[in-house]
């Protein structure tokens, strides 16, 4: 690991304004995933500002209804929450099925959303990757890519991003509060983070110094019959290869409202907004569900190992559908 | 920097670098070779520790975050030469082969019983997903699990 110095900020502010002046440090807070990634040597920064202390680590209600999280809440007490669990089970279950106990304990909300990619390349020093290096090339495209994009990827890079917490946030229309060297900032989940385009080096629309100081939900009454699927290579510990979280609003056999939203497809977290828009209205049927995945999936460009990707995220998005309007009744 | 902690129990000063673990500041520092550095990336829970009552990963921690902070080691669940019963337990059953995932897996079973006296199968095994063993193929870690569920007041 290269030197670097560390430190902790008195307050939001203050850490703020200390990134803002050193253009090569960064934020600091569970440490499960940069800490590991500066062991990697993939990433060098020369200073740590340590902010698990600084934001606030509760889950509290909102005049409007919904939610507001703390960045700095861990992800097991997030997964524990009574209100989660009630009133947004997907989100719960989205923690549950990521990492382990150990690491949840120690990640936070903020971290979990900014996670880097579990692609192997951008892990590897010793080989191009347009993410760590821009302009060197993407290993990943004729290389081993099982796990990744099928959706939204650029000729630049194919990388999948890695949170399940963040697709069911996706899902329930979460909006991200942020703090910055210029004020405040409300940004719904959808444009945090990005596609990757030609500037695959960029993996949100954050700017550098912009701390995440909380999560809030919506007071949407369905949200409570969401859900979370996940499918991997093992029955626990692993980064999913293809993931969904839905919620479903249905009234005398037709679905009032959706949402749907994927992991493991694309450097973001998918939102499934053609998917949604073919169902609202219709019957809730097995036929219509996978109708819907259809059209969702049409643009899926697979890579040479996972074409996989294209049938399992169907039959996922019309299993869990199938679920949900079973349990919606 | 100088860095306190209170490790199983007792307060502990030490002088450490910027950008150590705690995993380091524990077996380098303090002499407490009981946590295991095997990936050192949060992978294999052989590290696993309680920090302020939580069970996490010793290597991913950097020794600044902890400071402060109230650590217990597997070294600090037996009562001086009385072992814990979730260690007797993994001494019956034979869970312990070349014996380097042993202290994280106790430390993690240890933190599964105390939140969950009854686990079933797939508790366990859900609870331990993050501790790996590359010799027993974990029938016998079960099995200890199960006893110490029996026998943990
Ligand atoms: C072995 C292993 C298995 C895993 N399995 C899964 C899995 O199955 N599913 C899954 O979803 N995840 C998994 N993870 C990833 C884990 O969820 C993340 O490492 C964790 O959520 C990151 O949170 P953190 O607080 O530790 O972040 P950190 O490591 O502290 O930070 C991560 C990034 O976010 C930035 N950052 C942190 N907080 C803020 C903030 N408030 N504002 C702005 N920037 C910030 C940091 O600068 C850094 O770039 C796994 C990790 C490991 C090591
Ligand atoms: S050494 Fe810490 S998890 Fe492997
Ligand atoms: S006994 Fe050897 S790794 Fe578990």
């Not at chain 1, 949170?163 to 210029?182: C, K, R, T, Y």
């Amino acid at each position: 690991m290269r030197p670097y110095k560390y430190v902790r900020a008195q307050d939001v502010d203050g850490a703020v304004a200390t990134l803002a002046e050193a253009p090569n440090a960064a934020f600091l807070a569970g440490g499960t995933n940069l800490v590991d990634l500066m062991k990697l040597e993939v990433m060098t920064p020369d200073m740590l500002v340590d902010v698990r202390r600084l934001t606030s680590d509760r889950v509290e209600g909102l005049d409007d209804g919904g939610l507001r999280i703390g960045a700095a809440v861990p992800n097991s007490v997030l997964a524990a929450d009574h209100k989660i669990r009630s009133r947004y089970p997907a989100l719960s279950q989205a923690l549950l099925a990521g990492a382990s106990g150990q690491l949840r304990n120690l990640a936070t909300t903020g971290g979990n959303l900014l996670q880097h990619t579990r692609c192997v390349y951008w892990q590897d020093v010793t080989t191009p990757c347009n993410k760590r290096e821009p302009g060197s090339g993407c290993s990943a495209i004729e290389g081993h890519n099982k796990n990744h994009a099928i959706l939204g990827a650029s000729e630049h890079c194919v990388a999948t991003h890695p949170s399940d917490m963040a697709v069911a946030m996706a899902a329930l229309d979460a909006f991200i509060n942020v703090q910055g060297p210029e004020g405040e900032r409300r940004i719904p989940i959808e444009e945090l983070h990005r596609l990757p385009g030609d500037e695959p080096q960029r993996d949100t629309t954050l700017q550098h110094g912009e701390l995440i100081t909380s999560v809030d939900l919506p007071p949407v009454e369905f949200f409570s019959n969401s859900k979370y699927r996940k499918v991997r290579e093992r029955a626990s510990y692993a980064f999913a290869l293809v993931s969904v979280a839905a919620a479903l609003d249905i009234e005398d056999g037709i679905v009032g409202d959706v949402r749907i939203a994927l992991g493991g497809v694309a450097h973001k977290p998918w939102r499934a907004t053609k998917a949604e828009e073919a169902l609202r209205g219709e019957p809730a049927s097995e036929a219509n569900f996978r109708a819907a995945a259809d059209i969702e999936l049409e643009d899926a460009q697979p890579l040479r190992d996972n074409a996989f990707k294209v049938p399992l995220a169907r039959n996922v998005i019309t299993r869990t559908l199938l679920d949900l309007s079973e349990e919606g009744r | 920097m100088k860095l306190r902690l209170m490790v199983n129990g007792e307060s502990r000063e030490t002088e450490v670098r910027e950008g150590e673990s705690l995993l380091y500041v524990l077996r380098e520092r303090l002499g407490l070779f009981g946590s295991k550095n095997a990936c050192e990336q949060g992978e294999c829970g052989s590290c696993s520790v309680y920090l302020d009552g939580e069970l996490v990963c010793a290597c991913l921690v950097l020794a600044g975050q902890a400071e402060g902070s109230e650590v217990v080691t597997v070294e600090g669940l037996s009562e001086g030469e009385r072992l814990h019963p979730v260690q007797e337990a993994f001494l019956e059953a034979g869970a312990v082969q070349c014996g380097f995932c042993t202290p994280g897996l106790i430390v993690a079973a240890h933190d599964l019983l105390s939140r969950n006296s009854e686990p079933t199968e797939a508790e366990v095994r859900e609870a331990l997903a993050g501790n790996l063993c590359r010799c027993t193929g974990y029938e016998k870690i079960l099995t200890a699990v199960q006893m110490a569920a029996e026998t943990t007041p």
